[in-house]
C-alpha cells in the first residue's frame, strides 16, 4: 500500500545556519574592540527563515537542507519544531552547521559573516521528495543539486536570489517566479540599473520582482510592469526582511493571491521583519501582517 504524500503549503529549500546577532553602537574600525548591547541567539538561513514565516502565517510550512548533529544543528532543528516547521526532509550530518555573526548598528544597517566550514551542498538523492505534495516551492539557491527533482515536478517555483552565485544563476531561468534583491540584478547585469535589469531578466523568467528595500519593488510579468512603494515601518535591523519577504509571497502564492495582493502581502512581511533585532524574532505572524495592512491601504 503507497502512503500518501504529505500535504504541505510551502516547502522551502535551502540554507540553514545558526544566527549569533550582536547589537553594537557602530561597526568596529581596524584592531578596534567594541562592546555590544545586546545579544541574539537564533536560527537562520534564507530558506529556513522562509519556513518559519510561512508557518507563522498560518500556513503549512517544510524545510528540506542540511543541519548538522552539532549544538547549532540541535538548537535550529528544536526551534524548527516549536515553530510548526515540518522538519522531516532535514539531513542530518556530521559536518558543522554554518554559523553566522551579525553585527547589528543603530540605524538598522548590518554587517555578516557566515562560515560553513566543510560543510557543501547536498546532492540530488539525499532527500526522498516522493513523500511530500507542496503547492509550492521555494529555493534560495544553496542547495541547487537538490532543487532539480522538484524543479521537474512542475509545482509553482519561487527562487529567492538574494546574490548571484552558482545556485541562484543555475535556477534563475527554471523558475516561475524570480524575486531577486538589488544586489543580485546589480551582480547579474554588470551594473546598478535596476529597471534596465528588470527588463533584461523578464527575457529569462516568466515573472521577476527586484526588491529595492526602503525604495519598495518593481516587477515584470507577461508583458506588464510596475511598482509598489515599501511599507513605513521604524527599522532596527534589517535582516532577513528578503527571507520574510520570499516567505510571506511564497504563502501568498499557496493561498491564490491576486498579484497586487501578492506583492503588497510579501513587502508588508518584509517590512515587519525590520522592526525586531534579529531575523528569527523579526518574522511576523498574521496578526501583525494583518495590522500593517490594514494601517496601510
Known sequence: MTTPASPIDVLCVGHASYDL??????????DEKIFADSLIACGGGPAANAAVTVARLGY???????????????????????????????????????????????????????YKGDTRPLPADTIDFSTIAPKVVLFDGHEPELSAPLLARKIPSVLDAGSLHRGTE????????????????????GEDDPRRALAALAERSPAVVITLGERGLIWRKEGESGALPAFRVEPVDTTGAGDAFHGGFAAGLAAGLDWPGLLRYASATGALCCERLGARPGLPD???????????I
Request: aromatic content about 8%.
Open 21 to 30: 546577532v550582536f547589537a553594537v553602537p557602530r561597526h568596529p574600525e581596524a
Open 60 to 114: 503549512r510550512a517544510a524545510f528540506a537542507g542540511y543541519l548538522g548533529l552539532d549544538a547549532h544543528g540541535e538548537l535550529h532543528h528544536a526551534e524548527l519544531l516549536r515553530e510548526g516547521v515540518a522538519t522531516g526532509w532535514i539531513a542530518r550530518g556530521t559536518a558543522p552547521t554554518p554559523l553566522s555573526t551579525v553585527l547589528v548598528k543603530p540605524d538598522g544597517r548590518r554587517a555578516l559573516v557566515n
Open 170 to 189: 543555475a535556477l534563475m531561468s527554471a523558475v516561475d517566479y524570480l524575486v531577486c534583491s538589488e544586489k543580485f540584478a546589480r551582480q547579474w547585469l
Open 286 to 296: 498574521l496578526t501583525r501582517l494583518r495590522g500593517l495592512l490594514e494601517s496601510q
